[in-house]
Structures are given as C-alpha cells and as structure tokens.
C-alpha cells in the first residue's frame, strides 16, 4: 500500500542513502512516493539522482521527487528531519568555545554547553516544520535523527500538536559490540534500554534468557579487544563513517569502566556517555586515559563529507556503479511499515514519558523501548532508573528541560540556568560568559 515519505535534509550524503535503501527493500511499501527536501540545491539534485539510480538498481517502483517544504508536506504521510543548522562551522563554535573554560567536548551534540548552542539553533527549526505539518498534515507523525535529539523530541511535543518521537543507532551498535563479546548472534541477546538519548543503560541484560551482566568487565573487555579481527560492524550509518576513518579505538573502554564503578553498562560510545557526567571532559589527559576520543569538527568532518559527495558523485555522474544495500539496523523505515501496514515490530525510541520510566517526570523525553503497529506507537514499561544511575541522569533531564524553554522563550537567563546545571562544567562561575559567548557565536542562526 503507497504512501508519501517527507525526509526533509533528504540532501544527506550519510543518511539518505541508507534510509532510502531500507524503504526500497520493503516490498509492502513498493509504489510509495519519496520527496526529499533541502536548503542545498546541489545536494538535493545530486541525492535525488542517486535516489532514482538506487530504485532502478532494486528494479523498485518508488516516486522519487524533489520538493520545497509546504510542496512535500501536502498530503504527506510521515516525515523524517536530518538538520544541522548551521552546518559544521556553527558546530565548531560548540567545541572551541567551551575549551576556553575547560571543557573538551567529544562530540557536542547532546548535552553540555555545546548540546545546548546546538539545541539553540535546531529547536526554532523544529517548531517552524511542526508548525507547517499543523497546517498541512496535522495528523502525521514527525520522525527524526537529529541531535540533540532529546530536546528537539520534547519541543516539538510540548510546543505543539505534532507527535514526534526520535530514533538513534546507539542501541543498535551496542548490541554489535556485546554479540561479538559474548561470540553469540545479536538476536541472542536481550535487555531493557532505560534513560535519556546518548544516556541510556543496559538492565536485565540476558543472553539465551540467562543474566551476563556479572560477566561485563573491564578486563575481560580489553581481552576481548585485543583478540578481535578488523572493525566493529554495527550496520547502521556509523560503518560508513568508520570505513572513511580507517581506524579503530577502544570505542566501549569507557562503557566498562562505568559498569565496573556503577554495576550498570551504559549504551552508546564512550564519546557520548562522557558528555553527561562531571570530571572526564576536564582535561586531555583524563580523555586518554580512559580511551574517549573526540571527534572534532574542522577539518575532520568536512574531509569526511567531502569523501562522500566524491563517491555520491562517481556513482550519479556513471563512473561507479551504486551499491544495491542489505537491510541496515536503523529502525526508520521498520518504523514507517508497521505503522502504515499494521505489522507490529519494536524499536528503541525517544517520546514522551509517560511512565515507561517510572521515576523520572511525566512527558520529558526518555528513551526506551516502544512498541508500533497500525494504531500508533506504544512505550513499554521499563521499570525505574536504579537509584545510583537516577543520580546520573535526573541531572541531564534537568538541563535539557531548561535548553528547551530557553529556546522557545528566547531567554538567556535560561541559557545560563541550561549551563549551570550541566554537569561538564566545574567552575559555575563561568556559566553566563559561556552563555553570552554562545549566544554571539549563534546570532545569526537563532531568534
């Protein structure tokens, strides 16, 4: 049965691809329109012919076409949003700055004071599309992959009357990890996911049914480590990154250090769960120590986009052929099937709590584990946060509560509040000069 899929940033070198290969490999979906909507005309253009070559390669019979926005959301059934306002030089600014006040961002995504500027940027963005969907698709659910992913989830629920949920691979790629870990297939292994986006944990973590979370281990992860032949291959967007990096690191060292300390493994790189919690962003030293690595933006970032629109580029001008793809891990276009087709599946998401974490308030975004099918999208009760992880994340909720209001507000008293209660940053005395920085980096790009 057709449907009409919105991807707005469908100009993406790294995600289109993937979640256009995904939606072609559904034979219930076959028929269904794709529009692809983007700010960068070359872009659009250029994945709209890759688009295109990759249906006709998968000798599929999608409606592949280039919109504007209101154009796209017109009769659209569901809407997918990859932004990055800005683009990597406003994401630079979310590294430097808070350097200068001793805070060594890993990523700067999600939380801390480069989570922040980012959710900045990307919230008013947000509500404009959800805005838009009220008018011309009112009922369609909003389904994105953007970071900050918690905060752009609970603006677009708490602003308006679009349901959005949010979708991360963090869980997916752990669960690669630990089948390799434990040398057992990934459908072996089964847990509950509990916390926020880039913060979750592992509990009632079982392989075949029987409890191994007394065999997580630093060492025997080292071990592990040491012993294992070629790249973690985690088959969500993250390989194509890591193919262009051509290098390996101890990318869970982390992960299992904090499993030793709090008796819970959190899910995701280290480079993500470092991000929330105080001491290990302070210095470059600490980062070595415990194998986190940062990411940088300029001119990592943009070498490796620039690898992609070369290979993108060979592939629609005829020089290379296009790589017909195997179903990926992300769980878009899942998602998007039994949503329209009524088959239920289960996916990791970011919504609305309402009580599938039992102590943490009601309609802050969480992450959990949901149920969908023809009827809408269903969290699973997933019990409390144990106490000594509560500790961690109650805090982090705290901050993206108040980056949140900051921005549909336009107050930079809130921004301060959003850095003070951050906890990366030690010296709070530096939380308005990080603030007032932040928002003069931003102010073209902010209301």
């Known amino acids: 049965m ?27 979906l076959d028929g269904s329109t794709l529009s692809l909507v983007d700010i960068d005309p070359i872009a659009l253009n250029t994945m709209t012919l890759y688009c295109k070559l990759l249906n006709k390669a998968m000798n599929r019979n999608w409606n592949i076409i280039a919109q504007s926005q209101t154009e796209a959301l017109q009769g659209a059934d569901y809407v997918c949003i990859s932004i990055a306002t800005g683009g990597l030089a406003a994401m630079h600014n979310d590294y430097t700055i808070p350097e200068a006040f001793g805070i060594y961002h890993t990523v700067g995504d999600t939380s801390g004071p480069g989570g922040i500027s980012r959710a900045l940027r990307d919230i008013p963005v947000f509500l404009d599309i959800a805005q838009e969907m009220e008018k011309y698709c009112p009922s369609t659910p909003l389904i994105h992959v953007t970071n900050p992913l918690s905060q752009l989830t609970r603006a677009v629920n708490k602003y308006t009357n679009i349901k959005a949920i949010g979708l991360c691979h963090n869980y997916s790629g752990t669960i690669s990890m630990l089948a390799e870990y434990f ?129 993108v580029n060979a592939i629609v001008s005829g020089k290379a052929d296009i790589p017909v793809p195997n179903a990926s891990f992300e769980y878009f276009a899942d998602i998007v099937a039994a949503l329209h087709l009524g088959h239920p599946t289960r996916a990791v998401v970011t919504m609305p709590n309402q009580g599938q974490i039992s102590n943490l308030p009601k309609d802050v975004s969480v992450e959990t584990w949901a149920e969908i099918n023809g009827s809408g999208i269903f969290p699973l009760q997933s019990g409390e946060l144990p106490s000594s992880i509560y500790a961690l994340v109650a805090p982090i909720v705290a901050e993206q509560e108040l980056t949140v209001e900051a921005a549909y507000t336009g107050s930079i008293d809130l921004v301060t509040k959003a850095v003070l209660a951050t906890p990366v940053l030690q010296n709070k005395e530096s939380a308005k000069e990080i603030a007032q920085q932040l928002i003069k980096a931003n102010k073209e790009l902010i209301p």
């Open 2 to 28: 057709a449907c009409k899929i919105v991807f707005i940033g469908g100009g993406s070198y790294i995600w289109t691809p993937t979640f256009a290969g995904d939606l072609f490999l559904k034979d219930s």
């Open 183 to 311: 040398n057992v297939p990934r459908e072996e292994i089964h847990a509950t996911s509990i916390g926020v986006n880039h913060f979750s944990w592992f509990k009632d973590l079982t392989v075949k049914g029987r409890d191994v979370s007394s065999e997580l281990s630093l060492e025997r992860y080292v071990e592990y480590y040491k012993a294992k032949k070629g790249p973690l291959i985690t088959n969500t967007t993250d390989d194509e990154i890591q193919k262009m990096l051509k290098g390996e690191n101890m990318e869970y060292y982390f992960n299992f250090v904090l499993k030793d300390i709090y008796g819970y493994l959190p899910v995701g790189s280290s480079n993500h769960v470092a991000e929330a919690l105080p001491y290990y962003l302070n210095s470059e030293e600490t980062l070595k120590k415990y194998y986190i690595r940062r990411k940088g933006v300029l001119p990592r970032r943009q070498m490796l986009k620039d690898q992609k629109i070369e290979k």
